[in-house]
């Protein structure tokens, strides 16, 4: 069983920074795709950024220049490091790893980005 957890949400004025974690149990080696999603309310969820196995990355184009995704090896575990903080960042953070047909998802953690 395949288990994401991520941590790390909070609230945070706006310009403000956050990092999230998500960790992943069994080895991320076993996955060529880890990627965070947020789903704002009463919006669909979207792609914020994606690490291969290689370590490449891509990010959307609402955070560009300002999340930037990393990946611990040894620690099984993939992190979100957001700066420069607005509202239009308050969401549900998703941690998503994917192989194949396969995608497995954690909880989330809410970020509030707020005076």
């Known amino acids: 069983q395949v288990q994401l957890v991520e941590s790390g949400g909070g609230l945070v004025q706006p310009g403000g920074s956050l990092m999230l974690s998500c960790a992943v149990s069994g080895s991320i080696f076993n996955f060529p795709y880890i990627s965070w999603y947020r789903q704002a309310p009463e919006k669909q969820r979207e792609l914020v950024a994606t690490?291969?196995?290689?370590?490449?990355?891509n990010y959307g184009d609402s955070v560009k220049g300002r999340f930037t995704i990393s990946r611990d090896n040894a620690k099984n575990t993939v992190y979100l490091q957001m700066n420069s903080l607005k509202p239009d960042d308050t969401a549900v953070y998703y941690c998503?790893?994917?192989?194949?047909?396969?995608?497995?998802w954690g909880q989330g953690t809410r970020v509030t980005v707020s005076s």
């Open positions: 690490i291969t196995r290689s370590g490449s990355t």
């Open positions: 998503n790893a994917r192989r194949g047909l396969d995608s497995y």
